[in-house]
């Protein structure tokens, strides 16, 4: 009994730090964007990687590296390091259907979160348009805070990782 009480005590006293720690939460907000930039009534295109976002969603080593890679000149005259969206790994697509955001394994203090989604459901009924993608999040805590350090993708059966690509454009700024 004495078991069962201490851990929900816990959460009572403390649901500020118990909720900090969810590793879906900085996942679920990223995927809550992505539902809003690829919605058929999106107004307009909202950055995963603003400021707010950058010190919000985000590890610390993956923010630096992203903002060097937005100082390169390339990143610069495209207003991004990157030409397609890195969270649903598409330029085209639908407004996504059908979202799931699993928590997967945790090992020293990583935790990987997928999140399941159709991209290109209006695109028509054959199987290639009604194929589910995955994202697949590796989050981390810092300062108490379920935060992302990295987002990894497949394309064409390669990994993709989008902290690897951050690296290699953050070498060659000015």
């Known amino acids: ?3 069962q009480v201490l851990p929900i005590a816990a959460l009572v006293l403390c649901p500020a730090s118990a909720l900090a720690t969810d590793p879906t939460a900085p996942v679920a907000s990223l995927m ?17 990687f603003s400021d707010d976002r950058l010190a ?3 590890s610390t080593e993956f923010a630096e590296l992203y903002r060097k890679a937005a100082a390169t000149e390339d990143a610069k005259e495209m207003g991004s390091p990157f030409n397609w969206d890195v969270i649903v790994n ?17 090992a020293n203090g990583v935790t990987q979160v997928v999140a399941r989604f159709q991209a290109m459901a209006c695109f028509g009924t054959q199987a290639e348009f009604q194929a589910y993608r995955e994202t697949r999040f590796t989050v981390v805590v810092e300062d108490d805070q379920s935060v992302v350090d990295d ?15 951050l690296r290699e454009l953050a070498q060659t700024a000015n």
């Open 90 to 106: 598409a330029q085209d697509g639908c407004p996504l259907e059908n979202l799931t955001i699993e928590p997967g394994s945790s």
């Open 32 to 48: 809550a964007l992505a539902e809003t930039n690829w919605s058929a009534s999106a107004s307009g295109y909202e950055d995963y």
């Open 151 to 165: 987002i990894v993708t497949d394309l064409d059966g390669d990994v993709l990782s989008v902290k690897a690509i």
């Open 1 to 3: 009994m004495i078991r």
């Open 56 to 58: 919000a969603l985000y």
